[in-house]
């Protein structure tokens, strides 16, 4: 891995924490994740609700600065492959671009996890990532009661088509609440997103820890025979299918 030394210098980015080593969050990499503090969503299942304010709060590990992490990954270079920005949402961080540059400086494949609620702010940062896991919370007609927001869906299809037309790795996935979600729409989204390209698509079910919403906390179950034929239906229409417990 090359290495680099950077000036320490300090974005104006909000840093919520940061988890040193993960072997899940950047396919087939020994990966860090950064997590940037502020959403602009409100999904009820959420279950890092401390890292929705824009500002930390005083159960957020608030000892990271943008310095912090750089020293962090000096430290790791030659030992961690790459950097995966998560959060909240990434997307509203305005030093986005600096940040993944400073991080490909110093020889990391990076990626990102998005909710894609800004097609504008992933175009500026695109060409430098490695791999990208975007979120698509349901289909369009249940997107505003399932994230909070209305008008959301087109820039989340704008997203999606930058990552198709891009041609780098990328992976859709959807977080799964039997209160939101129907077995006929969760196919249907799946139809879709095969039709338009996605090769890689995931779907984790909502355990109802610390949710958002604390209804939520109670998550609904459906038979285990639904779901064992919704996962077959699923995986034939995918490269590459995960249905994560």
């Known amino acids: 891995m090359k290495r680099c030394n ?8 909000s840093i919520g924490g940061l988890t040193p080593l993960t072997t899940i969050d950047f396919p087939d990499h020994l990966a860090c994740v950064i997590y940037t ?11 890092n609700t401390e890292l929705i304010p824009l500002v930390p709060g005083l159960s957020v590990d608030a000892r990271w600065t943008w310095t912090d992490v750089v020293e962090f ?5 030659g030992l961690l492959e790459a950097v995966v920005i998560s ?3 990434p997307l509203i961080q305005p030093y986005l671009p600096r940040m993944v540059k400073q991080v490909k400086a110093m020889g990391f494949k990076v990626g990102l996890h998005t909710a894609g609620i800004s097609a504008a702010a992933l175009s500026r940062v695109i060409d430098d990532l490695d791999w990208v896991g975007l979120d698509i919370k349901a289909p369009e007609e249940d997107y505003a009661r399932v994230t909070g927001r209305r008008n959301l869906w087109p820039q989340v299809e704008q997203c999606l088509q930058l990552l198709l037309q891009g041609g780098g790795a990328f992976e859709c996935r959807t977080t799964v609440d039997w209160h939101y979600h129907t077995v006929p729409k969760l196919r249907s989204l799946a139809q879709y997103l095969s039709q338009q390209g996605v090769t890689h698509y995931a779907v984790q079910q909502n355990h109802g820890t610390g949710c958002l919403d604390p209804k939520l906390c109670q998550p609904l179950l459906q038979p285990v025979d639904i779901i064992a034929q919704l996962q077959h239906q699923l995986d034939s229409m995918f490269t590459c299918f995960t249905w994560r417990t």
Do not use: F, K, N, T
């Not at 503090?37 to 959420?46: A, F, K, S, T």
């Open 37 to 47: 503090q502020g959403c602009p969503l409100r999904c009820g299942y959420c279950q």
């Open 73 to 77: 990954l000096r430290a790791r270079q």
């Open 87 to 89: 959060g909240g949402e």
């Open 6 to 13: 950077l000036p320490s210098q300090d974005l104006d980015c």
